[in-house]
């Protein structure tokens, strides 16, 4: 569609998606059609980073995709984080025993995502890469 066409991931994130895809797994669980978000990826130059791209035509369910890719890599869910930007990711995160950082800039506004009482909430790639850093 014309706005996944108009998605643009700011250079900051790319950056930090590339540090981390280093030292960590980087998987994306959406609602989203899998190769939807592969396109994207592949567009703006981050696909390579991601290990898994687990979308609703994987599971509509992000409790079971998570629970996936829990057992799929040997992680514990103190060990891992969910980044999102709306309420239902934080409460879904939550079952499974993940804590989640909300990002500001997404679907839900600050004081709704407040409300789901996610373990943090930034405003920007920096304050992103800080929580992560800090969690």
Same mark, same amino acid.
Request: glycine share 4%.
């Given at each position: ?52 791209? @687990? ?7 992000? #409790?079971?995709?998570?629970?996936? $890719? %829990? =057992?799929?890599? +040997? ?37 709704? @995502? ?7 909430? #930034?405003?920007?790639?920096?304050? $992103? %890469? =800080?929580?992560? +850093?800090?969690?």
């Amino acid at each position: 569609s014309a706005k996944t066409r108009e998605l643009k991931i700011p250079q900051a994130l790319k950056d930090i998606i590339r540090d981390f895809s280093s030292k960590y797994v980087l998987a994306i669980v959406s609602s989203t059609t899998s190769y939807i978000i592969k396109d994207i990826l592949v567009r703006e130059g981050v696909g390579i980073y991601f290990k898994d791209i @687990l979308g609703t035509d994987v599971n509509t369910s992000k #409790v079971v995709k998570n629970k996936m $890719l %829990l =057992e799929k890599y +040997k992680v514990k869910p103190e060990e891992s984080i969910f980044i999102t930007d709306t309420v239902g990711d934080i409460l879904e995160a939550r079952k499974c025993e993940i804590k989640s950082i909300a990002v500001s800039w997404g679907f839900h506004e600050e004081k709704t @995502l407040l409300k789901a009482s996610p373990a943090r909430i #930034v405003h920007t790639p920096s304050e $992103l %890469l =800080e929580a992560i +850093k800090g969690m």
